[in-house]
């Protein structure tokens, strides 16, 4: 169903890298939450009123709330399509994040009013009779209510899927949890009229009890969801496809010896700036290796759409000193620290004991320092300049 809605109102619905395809997928799922959550909403306010249930109101005031969310996450894509402008050079597609963040707050703050509405259940409880004809309205109701969210959440999970949304995901967890607050109220609709039926009283709210918990549930998918949303914009590790792809073109070229200070800037999921630092034969003449750095970069940003830029590192091949010294520190540190690698290794020669430097690529949690090692490991023939730095991806 998601598939065929998608290549009727979709042109080139394939193309999810275009930022025009992307934000129609956005859009079509918006506008099924808005359209599933209104109907839904009606529906579950009108038996809720007429049945006095607080339950059944406050799941369709909540109902209420996820069609905002839908409209929230459809603003953010309308407006994550905006051109770059003086202000914004690098474009408006972390608004995407934003209204995730957005979707999230609400999804906490309903559930901290179910949290409420559970406890006045509660507080006030009465028993009441529930008539045979009234029980199916309301059996009916809310069934269909559950299975239209089940579709809602399916279609936020395909598309969320699809085009790697952040705001979509977060409205697909909003989905289940309706799919489970709803699910909650039935089972203790009928339990409640099984038992008035049996003329068995409880003494409490069975309703309200349930309520409570599942509000708390909805709380914490809520945190989970808020800081799950705020990692893109405070800055996470690299997305491991975009290394990849990046690599495989690489790759393609013998003259580049290896690779490493690979660094990524994302501003929502099609715009993507990296560097690399790319080693070459310092034999190469600059002319030789512009001409190769230029080409990986034109096929990395046609290809990708990723904005690369190269920094070259020249080596000394014919070098036999500076090789026996890398090979020599690379394999210690293979036998002893598997996670830390070296690169940028340089030699500079003066006097009796020359000065090596280079880079220790080590893990964030990693604090021992290891230049007594590396000097012991050289019975202290040379001086050592160690940069570190960590892995980011």
């Given amino acids: 169903m998601i598939n065929l809605l998608r290549k009727k ?23 099924i939450g808005i359209v599933s959550n209104f109907l839904v909403f009606i529906s579950k306010l009108i038996i809720g009123i007429l049945s006095f249930s607080v339950s059944i109101i406050s799941d369709a005031i909540n109902n209420l709330s996820d069609m905002a969310s839908s409209l929230v ?3 953010g894509f309308k407006m994550a399509k905006k051109k770059p402008d003086a202000d914004h050079p690098f ?3 972390r608004i995407e994040y934003i209204s995730g963040l957005i979707v999230s707050m609400i999804i906490i703050i309903v559930g901290l009013v179910l949290v409420g509405t559970s406890i006045y259940k509660i507080t006030t409880y009465e028993p009441v009779s529930i008539s045979n004809n009234f029980f199916m309205i309301n059996m009916i109701v809310l069934g269909v209510s559950i299975l239209i969210k089940i579709y809602q959440a399916y279609a936020y999970y395909k598309i969320a899927k699809i085009i790697s949304s952040i705001s979509l995901k977060a409205n697909f967890r909003d989905s ?5 607050v709803t699910s909650t109220i039935l089972i203790a609709f009928v339990i409640e009229y099984l038992l008035g039926k049996n003329n068995i009283i409880i003494p409490f709210s069975l309703d309200g009890v349930l309520g409570i918990i599942v509000s708390l549930f909805i709380i914490s998918t809520g945190v989970s969801l808020l800081k799950e949303e705020s990692d893109p914009l405070i800055g996470t590790k690299l997305n491991k496809t975009y290394i990849d792809e990046v690599l495989a073109v690489v790759k393609r070229y013998p003259d580049i010896i290896n690779y490493h200070d690979i660094m990524c800037h994302t501003y929502g999921e099609n715009k993507c700036y990296m560097t690399i630092h790319l080693e070459v034969d310092k034999n190469k003449t600059l002319e030789e290796v512009h001409d190769i750095i230029d080409e990986i970069e034109y096929i990395v940003k046609k290809e990708y759409n990723i904005e690369l830029t190269s920094h070259i590192d020249p080596i000394d091949l014919n070098d036999s000193e500076l090789s026996e010294i890398k090979d020599k520190i690379t394999n210690y540190l293979n ?23 280079f880079d220790m690529c080590t893990p964030f949690d990693f604090k021992k ?10 019975e202290n023939k040379y001086e050592f300049m160690i940069n570190i730095d960590h892995p980011y991806y």
């Fill in 176 to 180: 289940l949890n309706d799919c489970i």
């Fill in 335 to 357: 036998d002893n620290y598997k996670d830390i690698t070296i690169h940028d290794v340089r030699i500079v020669r003066r006097g009796n004991k020359s000065l090596v430097l």
């Fill in 369 to 378: 320092d290891l230049n007594y090692e590396i000097n012991n490991l050289f």
């Fill in 91 to 93: 474009g408006h597609e």
């Fill in 9 to 31: 109102f979709i042109k080139n619905y394939e193309n999810i890298k275009d930022k025009d395809v992307r934000l129609l997928h956005g859009v079509l799922a918006s506008i």
């Fill in 73 to 75: 996450s459809l603003f």
